[in-house]
């Protein structure tokens, strides 16, 4: 009982950070992917820049963080190692060039056509860009989906910068790890499981109120 | 209303060839113009520099002896609204063909009752009334076709730009939208459409321009 009240502790937390993580980046990932279209300008060097930082090794960005964020480190003052928090800005730092690639592209994508189609109907600037942003409304979402995937299954980061303290900063992916190396192979697995089921679940969700979203 | 090119050159961005050359033409609220012309000969290009989309390379563009592209962004988009161009490729909104309808109108700060009555009309004007609340994910091409000229006629525009309108649509169908766009020309909109290789009744009756690789070639009065 106390076990599975652990593992539920554990799973919500996850959610929560990787939540948060994905919504602050969302934040910011989302009006630099619409002002990257609408400038138009450096396309090329802003996608090779974005795609570097989408394969970016999540244990170089943790190892980063850690020196960032230990007593010695520059932001060692603010005591964020070893913190939920930590891990949030690990995470919203990971996904961001995740939701920027794919948002930008999904935006570019649609934005020259639904562009052409408000301007032949007599839309003013604010009318198109209004236009184009509820048009590309669902491949946004399907980004942030993707990077909220992304951070809920990420270790690297949780491991170096959130310490799975028991808990505290424990998720699914470090709690795994650690089960796996005690040899507990059965919580592993039912973690391992619902990690797999939430990442769909939250795929299916979003998508099915982006395809009743009305423009 | 008078749109006028005046000796209007095109050139795409990333190409070296002209897609338009010397184009000196004038098109007029009330008349029916035909462009003919094969694939690549221009057609598309004129008729989106024409509806005032496209900013040629070289020329001038005037709007009742204005230079449009010499115009604030306020008087471009209130010409803009007097003018509309439908797509080959129909081009709709995400939602229902009453979302699509509405579009045009509500853009224009029309009432959402009046814009509704507006739709209903058109909708049946085109016999697709019962589609209203389709999404248009639903529709076939030929319907979506039906829609996008529905949603341009509905705003009621000086001169609409139709660019293929039939090429989706069979014999019954281009019948019938000849006769509603016969219908909008005798009460003053202007009407240009472009289209190569198809069978209409009555098609001499109009103006017709002929454009070889991005010239005029001929017209018929």
């Known amino acids: 009982m106390k076990a599975m009240a652990e593992i539920i502790d554990t799973i919500l937390r996850s959610i929560m950070v990787s939540g948060v993580a994905t919504l602050m980046a969302s934040l910011w990932s989302i009006p630099l992917a619409y002002l990257f279209v609408f400038r138009n300008r450096g396309s090329v060097f802003i996608e090779a820049v974005i795609e570097t930082l989408v394969g970016i090794p999540t244990v170089l960005l943790g190892l980063l963080l850690y020196i960032l964020f230990s007593s010695s480190g520059l932001l060692g003052f603010l005591g964020l190692l070893y913190t939920p928090q930590a891990i949030i800005i690990g995470e919203s730092i990971l996904v961001t060039p995740l939701i920027i690639s794919i948002s930008y592209r999904s935006i570019r994508g649609i934005a020259h056509l639904y562009y052409e189609f408000a301007l032949s109907i007599g839309a003013n600037r604010v009318q198109r860009m209004r236009l184009i942003v509820s048009q590309s409304l669902p491949g946004v979402v399907a980004a942030c989906i993707t990077g909220f995937s992304r951070a809920i299954g990420e270790l690297g980061i949780a491991m170096m910068i959130g310490g799975n303290i028991k808990g505290y900063t424990r998720v699914m992916t470090t709690a795994i790890a650690l089960e796996v190396a005690k040899g507990n192979f059965e919580e592993a697995i039912i973690l391992g499981i619902v990690l797999l089921l939430i990442t769909i679940a939250i795929s299916i969700a979003i998508k099915l109120i982006s395809r009743v979203y009305v423009a | 209303m008078n749109i006028e090119l005046i000796n209007v050159w095109y050139r ?201 690789n991005g010239v005029i070639a001929s017209i018929y009065e």
């Open chain 2, 12 to 212: 795409y961005s990333k190409s070296k060839d002209w897609a338009l050359k010397e184009i000196s033409i004038t098109f007029r609220s009330s008349e029916i113009v035909y462009i003919d012309g094969h694939n690549g000969s221009g057609k598309t290009t004129l008729l989106k520099i024409a509806s005032l989309m496209y900013r040629p390379t070289k020329g001038f563009i005037t709007i009742n002896n204005k230079n449009f592209w010499s115009l604030n962004e306020e008087k471009k988009t209130l010409f803009r609204r007097r003018v509309v161009y439908v797509h080959e490729k129909p081009i709709l909104l995400r939602g229902t063909v009453l979302d699509n309808i509405l579009y045009g109108l509500r853009i224009r700060g029309i009432d959402i009752e009046e814009a509704l009555d507006i739709s209903l009309n058109i909708l049946s004007m085109f016999g697709i009334d019962d589609l209203i609340n389709k999404p248009i994910q639903k529709l076939s091409t030929g319907q979506a076709q039906l829609v996008a000229i529905a949603r341009a006629l509905a705003v009621k525009p000086d001169i609409l730009f139709l660019d293929e309108p039939f090429s989706n649509l069979d014999k019954e169908k281009r019948k019938a939208v000849i006769n509603i766009l016969n219908e909008f020309q005798t009460k003053g909109m202007g009407i240009v459409f472009s289209s190569h290789n198809i069978d209409i009744d009555g098609l001499s009756r109009y103006r017709r321009i002929v454009l070889e």
